[in-house]
């Protein structure tokens, strides 16, 4: 028989960890890869499985979903994050495709995203509804980019699980609960992204603290209609156009200190390496 595993990386969310565990709890395994929490995640998961793995930190969870992938038995893998929950009918649908003798090496699931409270239609989130994100491949098939917001590298085509609002056959992503929230993921996302555009040979200029933040709220509120989703939309606007201003401060950074000061991988107060 196919067999499939959920791979979950963990790092002090255990008040999300429940309800994510329990919606794949039918799953033929249950891979956890735990960033060394220190909440009560360890308690939640182990009443689901077995299967824990434990990784240093790491600024983004990127760097460690090969990890997990290494540590997974079944035929198909389904990468899940904490506050992402599989709804009854798309759990269904998942189990009808990888029991058929499909032609593909991995689907995009449709994900509906709550974000400060509410379903995200517009601002850029409706891609990941219509379109959808590759988070269900075949275990041998899948190499996960180690970069802040990559997509996966699948050896072979590619198929869809399409959404329907009567089924609502989705992913459920509690992506950001308040602001505070999203500013506290904000300074680890904001370095790990200007370190990309410093390995990408993107130099910094001025001129881009101004433009590039302009070009992003424009993209997001005027051109992906965010104007549609309310004050939430210009909202999220608005912060995302911080994100691009604040991710070139960084590269600034990295690009005019000497070596040994350049912007790094942020601390906790341990010393160790923060965590997703």
């Known amino acids: ?11 002090n969310e255990g008040h999300l960890l429940r309800a ?20 009560d995640s360890a308690a939640l998961y182990r009443q689901y499985t077995d299967k824990v793995f434990f990784h240093p930190r790491e600024i983004i969870a990127e760097l460690v979903h090969n990890f997990g992938f290494s540590k997974a038995t079944g035929d198909w893998v389904l990468k899940l994050d904490p506050d992402e929950r599989v709804l009854p009918a798309l759990g269904e649908a998942i189990r009808r495709v990888i029991a058929s003798e499909s032609e593909f090496a991995a689907y995009r699931l449709p ?12 601002t850029g989130w409706q891609g ?13 098939k899948v190499t996960w980019v180690p970069e802040v917001h990559s997509t996966p590298q699948i050896d072979g085509p590619i198929g869809a699980i399409v959404y329907d609002p009567r089924l609502d056959n989705a992913v459920l992503h509690l992506n950001y609960t308040d602001i505070a929230q999203y500013l506290e993921k904000f300074n680890r996302y904001t370095t790990a992204e200007a370190m990309r555009l410093h390995r990408l040979g993107r130099p910094f200029h001025w001129l881009k603290l101004f433009y590039q933040p302009g070009k992003e709220f424009f993209r997001r509120y005027v051109q992906l209609q965010g104007y549609r989703d309310g004050i939430h939309g210009l909202i999220l606007s608005l912060l995302q156009s911080f ?3 604040v991710s070139y401060m960084k590269l600034w950074e990295i690009e ?16 160790k390496t923060a965590a997703i």
């Not at 028989?1 to 790092?11: E, F, G, K, N």
């Not at 709890?25 to 890869?33: L, N, Q, Y």
């Not at 990941?128 to 041998?140: A, D, K, S």
């Open 20 to 39: 994510c565990l329990e919606s794949v709890k039918w799953a033929d395994e249950i891979v956890i890869v735990d960033m060394h929490s220190q909440d």
């Open 1 to 11: 028989m196919t067999r499939l595993s959920v791979v979950i990386t963990v790092c």
């Open 243 to 245: 994100y691009i201003m």
């Open 128 to 140: 990941n509804r219509t379109v959808g994100l590759v988070r269900l491949f075949q275990r041998e």
């Open 111 to 122: 994900f509906r995203d709550m974000i400060f409270g509410r379903w995200i239609q517009y």
């Open 256 to 271: 005019t200190r000497p070596a040994a000061q350049s912007v790094a991988s942020p601390q906790d107060a341990s010393g």
